[in-house]
């Protein structure tokens, strides 16, 4: 019995993912736990493992298609067995499926049930009372009508193109005009297949080409570029939302002496264990140093939940990464109890993995508090946004030499701003203040972070 394969879950806050590969063809064996094909998820790229054996028989979407979770993508079963109706123009724009293809709860792949995304069909006209029926016409009649049939003319110059979202990603990649190509599908819709015929006239507004859509192309002509959202870009925008609006934020700033700190970094950096060098960074020892803070201001280390606060009584201190499409939170788990040494390892192993979209979900997932660093780009202040349920998050500027009042003379220290943004829910003004007083203390004193 055919199983149909549907878009899963693979990440907690996943409502969406993108199949970015197939990994198996149709009419290829399939085993259970195989990898099926590749999803872009809002924080990774992970892979949809098969949940049943036999062949593949269909893909229902190509790749580079968006689709909700539980809406089908593949079917399964053995090799004769009907695969299911897809049409054409659906798999071409890699679009929701209709009703008929569905998944019943007794085949579904994973657990969620379908959500119901019936589309209304257009339906031709019927023929006018008393007209001739097709088979009543003579062939010269059926071929004068076929001979008549209209073609799609181009949009019209300054009208709303209408073009799917694998259509318009496949178009900036190739440097393509939209307005220059005639759609197929629905009311005149442009879809992947018409860009397969494109000439050189729909090349005419671009001047170049592209290798990803995710920078759009220059143009001398074109006003501007549409190039649609990511799924990393797409959760940064609702969390955001979320966050800025509904919480009562405020900002607490600090400045800090760095000078020991960069002694005592210098002096690590030189450092040899295991016949390979200790590379310790700044943000490596700000981390440390936040988390070993929260350990002794643990109303800091809290989520809001609505109707109770969640004081944490283990630290999981998240680290801003920056990627290619935005911004994602790796955790270090239990910080206060690991070793500088440790949390370097840790931290450049997350960075790495998190730029190339290859994280867990229980690796970004579960912090307790937040460090954004930005200091490498020459910023010397900025205010970051908290990570809800979080209550705070620590940003941190650039070390910069500046001239200090020491007694009676003035000297050239090396100094850093950090600002904390409090969620006022769950942190009052004083408590976050000592906390920034401790961990202070503790940059100006890193003796106590080298354990």
Same mark, same amino acid.
């Given at each position: /019995?055919?199983?149909?394969?549907?878009?899963?879950?693979?990440?907690?806050?996943?409502?969406?993912?993108?199949?970015?590969?197939?990994?198996?063809?149709?009419?290829?064996?399939?085993?259970?736990?195989?990898?099926?094909?590749?999803?872009?998820?809002?924080?990774?790229? /992970?892979?949809?493992?098969?949940?049943?054996?036999?062949?593949?028989?269909?893909?229902?979407?190509?790749?580079?298609?968006?689709?909700?979770?539980?809406?089908?993508?593949?079917?399964?079963?053995?090799?004769?067995?009907?695969?299911?109706?897809?049409?054409?123009?659906?798999?071409?724009?890699?679009?929701?499926?209709?009703?008929?293809?569905?998944?019943?709860?007794?085949?579904?792949?994973?657990?969620?049930?379908?959500?119901?995304?019936?589309?209304?069909?257009? /339906?031709?006209?019927?023929?006018?009372?008393?007209?001739?029926?097709?088979?009543?016409?003579?062939?010269?009649?059926?071929?004068?009508?076929?001979?008549?049939?209209?073609?799609?003319?181009?949009?019209?110059?300054?009208?709303?193109?209408?073009?799917?979202?694998?259509?318009?990603?496949?178009?900036?990649?190739?440097?393509?005009?939209?307005?220059?190509?005639?759609?197929?599908?629905?009311?005149?819709?442009?879809?992947?297949?018409?860009?397969?015929?494109?000439?050189?006239?729909?090349?005419?507004?671009?001047?170049?080409?592209?290798?990803?859509?995710?920078?759009?192309?220059?143009?001398?002509?074109?006003?501007?570029?549409?190039?649609?959202?990511?799924?990393?870009?797409?959760?940064?925008?609702?969390?955001?939302?979320?966050?800025?609006?509904?919480?009562?934020?405020?900002?607490?700033?600090?400045?800090?002496?760095?000078?020991?700190?960069?002694?005592?970094?210098?002096?690590?950096?030189?450092?040899?264990?295991?016949?390979?060098?200790?590379?310790?960074?700044?943000?490596?020892?700000?981390?440390?140093?936040?988390?070993?803070?929260?350990?002794?201001?643990?109303?800091?280390?809290?989520?809001?939940?609505?109707?109770?606060?969640?004081?944490?009584?283990?630290?999981?201190?998240?680290?801003?990464?920056?990627?290619?499409?935005?911004?994602?939170?790796?955790?270090?788990?239990?910080?206060?109890?690991?070793?500088?040494?440790?949390?370097? %390892?840790?931290?450049?192993?997350?960075?790495?993995?998190?730029?190339?979209?290859?994280?867990?979900?229980?690796?970004?997932?579960?912090?307790?508090?937040?460090?954004?660093?930005?200091?490498?780009?020459?910023?010397?202040?900025?205010?970051?946004?908290?990570?809800?349920?979080?209550?705070?998050?620590?940003?941190?500027? %650039?070390?910069?030499?500046?001239?200090?009042?020491?007694?009676?003379?003035?000297?050239?220290?090396?100094?850093?701003?950090?600002?904390?943004?409090?969620?006022?829910?769950?942190?009052?003004?004083?408590?976050?203040?000592?906390?920034?007083?401790?961990?202070?203390? /503790?940059?100006?004193?890193?003796?106590?972070?080298?354990?």
């Amino acid at each position: /019995m055919a199983t149909k394969v549907v878009m899963e879950a693979l990440s907690p806050t996943m409502e969406e993912g993108r199949l970015v590969e197939w990994k198996k063809q149709e009419g290829e064996p399939v085993a259970v736990g195989d990898v099926l094909a590749e999803v872009e998820t809002d924080k990774a790229v /992970m892979e949809l493992v098969a949940r049943a054996g036999g062949t593949l028989l269909k893909h229902m979407v190509e790749a580079g298609a968006t689709v909700p979770v539980s809406e089908p993508v593949a079917v399964i079963g053995e090799p004769g067995e009907d695969g299911g109706a897809t049409t054409g123009a659906g798999k071409a724009n890699g679009q929701r499926t209709t009703e008929t293809m569905r998944p019943q709860p007794a085949q579904a792949q994973g657990t969620q049930p379908a959500p119901d995304r019936t589309q209304p069909t257009s /339906m031709p006209p019927a023929p006018p009372a008393g007209a001739a029926s097709e088979s009543s016409r003579s062939p010269a009649q059926q071929g004068a009508t076929a001979s008549r049939t209209p073609t799609v003319a181009p949009p019209a110059p300054g009208t709303r193109v209408k073009a799917s979202p694998l259509a318009r990603r496949i178009a900036a990649e190739r440097g393509l005009d939209l307005g220059g190509v005639a759609g197929t599908g629905p009311e005149g819709r442009i879809v992947a297949r018409d860009l397969e015929s494109a000439g050189p006239s729909a090349q005419s507004a671009a001047v170049i080409s592209l290798p990803s859509a995710k920078r759009p192309p220059v143009s001398t002509e074109a006003p501007y570029t549409d190039v649609p959202l990511t799924q990393i870009r797409k959760t940064i925008a609702r969390r955001l939302a979320q966050s800025i609006g509904p919480i009562p934020t405020f900002y607490l700033t600090s400045e800090v002496d760095m000078e020991r700190v960069w002694e005592a970094r210098e002096a690590l950096s030189t450092g040899q264990r295991g016949g390979q060098e200790i590379k310790v960074s700044f943000n490596d020892i700000v981390i440390k140093a936040v988390a070993m803070a929260l350990r002794q201001h643990p109303a800091c280390n809290a989520w809001w939940q609505d109707d109770h606060i969640r004081y944490w009584n283990e630290v999981h201190v998240s680290m801003a990464v920056a990627v290619e499409e935005g911004l994602i939170t790796p955790v270090i788990r239990h910080t206060d109890q690991k070793r500088l040494q440790e949390i370097a %390892r840790e931290a450049k192993d997350l960075a790495g993995r998190a730029r190339e979209r290859r994280l867990r979900p229980e690796e970004y997932t579960g912090g307790t508090f937040s460090v954004s660093n930005l200091g490498m780009l020459d910023i010397d202040e900025f205010t970051a946004v908290i990570n809800p349920p979080e209550a705070g998050i620590l940003a941190i500027g %650039r070390i910069v030499q500046k001239p200090v009042a020491e007694a009676d003379r003035v000297a050239l220290r090396r100094r850093m701003r950090m600002t904390m943004s409090c969620d006022h829910r769950v942190i009052d003004g004083a408590t976050g203040a000592q906390f920034l007083q401790t961990l202070k203390r /503790m940059l100006e004193n890193p003796l106590a972070l080298i354990w």
